[in-house]
């Protein structure tokens, strides 16, 4: 739990059945209460940007794209409902972050991952370029 | 940033660690080819902003969060590896932009997904409100 990155957080809301339950007034306040989440942490400067997602959506995947599928979005526990990117300087405070989500107590989970400054891809290369020149 | 964005369409970038398997040549050619891309998607506007995660992190659940578990995501097909922010007019031209992507040859998988402004429960809340109107006025 002690990855730090200099390019802050990504929330990802996960979970888009757990509010089936609820009555309109529960989601009300679920809803108002995300949204004075989102705003105090804007306000901290602590959120840089966050969305809701609309339940629509297409997967595509194959060579050349060949293949696009509708979905995920059946309401399900894996789907993801919305993001939040934060500015923050430790793993440790964006999970401390993600603990206040008003969506835990009735279901919803809160996925948290370190952005990185250059791809996995050139994080790969790195070091055989470095080997490489070595040799040379 | 004062509020959500309006409009616009999230890419999120699914795959397992498929690129350990290329060669030296083959990583560093798959890497002009998404620099170019996504600059080229840049310049004309279309992408605003992306960015790649790290394979690791943790999932937070739980009534207050007391449910930490911790990555890695390795293994997975399903972990999101990055993101591009598309400001797009149309789903058809984000999922255009989707099918354009270098990874796709090598089984990363594209979610393509529209921004929205309005939180979800407040949507599905005046659902149930128009259905109890409904039901009010039926009965």
């Not at chain 2, 578990?69 to 058809?92: C, H, N, Q, R, W």
């Amino acid at each position: 739990m002690s990855i730090q990155t200099k390019n802050g957080y990504m929330l990802i809301f996960r979970g888009t059945d757990w509010h089936n339950g609820l009555s309109p007034e529960q989601m009300q306040q679920v809803a108002s209460q995300w949204m004075a989440w989102f705003k105090r942490l804007t306000a901290e400067g602590k959120v840089v940007a966050g969305n809701p997602l609309e339940h629509e959506g297409k997967i595509v995947s194959g060579k050349n794209g060949r293949v696009v599928a509708d979905g995920p979005f059946a309401e399900s526990k894996e789907a993801i409902g919305g993001y939040f990117l934060l500015k923050v300087d430790s793993l440790d405070e964006a999970v401390a972050i993600a603990q206040e989500c008003p969506g835990l107590p009735y279901g919803a989970r809160v996925e948290v991952r370190p952005v990185m400054d250059q791809c996995a891809l050139s994080g790969e290369a790195q070091p055989e370029t470095q080997l490489a020149e070595t040799t040379a | 940033m004062n509020g959500p964005l309006k409009s616009g369409y999230l890419l999120l970038f699914r795959s397992d660690e498929w690129y350990k398997e290329l060669s030296h040549d083959e990583l560093q050619k798959l890497i002009s080819q998404n620099n170019a891309w996504i600059e080229r998607l840049m310049t004309q506007g279309k992408a605003r902003t992306g960015q790649p995660l790290a394979r690791q992190g943790a999932v937070v659940s739980g009534k207050n969060g007391s449910r930490i578990s911790d990555g890695p995501f390795a293994e997975s097909k399903e972990v999101i590896g990055g993101y591009l922010m598309l400001d797009v007019e149309t789903f058809e031209e984000a999922v255009a932009i989707a099918r354009t992507s270098p990874n796709l040859a090598y089984g990363t998988s594209i979610e393509v997904r529209p921004l929205t402004d309005e939180c979800p429960l407040d949507a599905c809340e005046r659902q149930l409100a128009q259905e109890g109107q409904l039901a009010t006025a039926a009965a």
